[in-house]
């Protein structure tokens, strides 16, 4: 299994859809979580942080769940900018990361 | 948010030269920086964790021998490619990590250096 899985997509939606990624991670030590947002041949970018108590900034929502080992993204009111791909990036106690491979959203008027 | 710079941005050099990538951190101080490399439609791969100061920590399955990493201070990293081959090919990132601030943990990528070698 590996350590940090993503569905690939896409994921193809109209605009203004609301539209939900998740991310499962093996690692149960694991310390911290990230969602990246990178577009094409581009560097990932840092989209949000992932918090237990859940986080939201603006149209994106995202969740943690330790006890199932998943984090969510949820994006609301989907703009055309949002087309990219989207990595989950789990942190180990050393702060070593692992990325999943993203998940790739296209946003079509 | 941090701004991390990578030089060169594009770069395409002819089979068995060296090729060096520098990775700054031009805000903030960083002990610790993450070289990666990418294939097209696929995911970053961690090649190496460079600590300032002291030898990389590679990846099962990287050659040290070929990339070879330089930490010299808190602000600079370099990835040389040597003796580079086609195969090689491929994006490479750097990533530093700030020490300090909200989220310490947090990377801060730079924009990417796409290697050709022909």
């Known amino acids: 299994r590996k350590e940090v899985e993503q569905d690939p997509g896409p994921f193809n939606v109209p605009e203004g859809a609301t539209v939900a990624f998740n991310c499962t991670y093996s690692?149960?030590?694991?310390?911290?979580f990230f969602w990246y947002r990178q577009d094409c041949r581009k560097e990932p970018k840092l989209l949000m942080s992932?918090?237990?108590s859940g986080n939201e900034d603006g149209r994106f929502t995202a969740q943690l769940n330790r006890a199932s080992q998943y984090i969510s993204l949820l994006i609301r009111d989907s703009k055309l900018s949002d087309s990219a791909t989207y990595l989950c990036?789990?942190?180990?106690?050393?702060?070593?990361?692992?990325f999943g491979r993203g998940t790739s959203l296209i946003v079509h008027p | 948010g941090a701004v991390v710079s990578q030089h060169p941005s594009r770069v395409i050099c002819k089979s068995g030269t060296s090729v060096k990538i520098e990775c700054r951190s031009l805000?903030?101080?960083?002990?610790?920086m993450f070289w990666y490399r990418q294939f097209p439609k696929k995911s970053l791969m961690l090649m190496a964790t460079?600590?300032?100061?002291?030898?990389?920590?590679?990846e099962q399955g990287v050659e040290k021998d070929k990339f070879l990493i330089n930490h010299a201070s808190l602000t600079l990293s370099t990835l040389t490619v040597t003796s580079a081959h086609p195969e090689d090919s491929s994006f490479y990132i750097c990533?530093?990590?700030?020490?300090?601030?909200?989220?310490?943990?947090?990377?801060?990528f730079g924009p990417g250096t796409r290697l050709t070698v022909l």
């Open positions: 990036v789990v942190n180990k106690r050393s702060y070593i990361p692992t």
């Open positions: 690692n149960s030590a694991s310390q911290s």
């Open positions: 805000d903030f101080q960083a002990t610790t």
């Open positions: 992932v918090y237990s």
């Open positions: 460079s600590n300032e100061g002291s030898k990389a920590t590679y």
């Open positions: 990533s530093a990590r700030a020490t300090s601030g909200d989220s310490p943990d947090t990377q801060y």
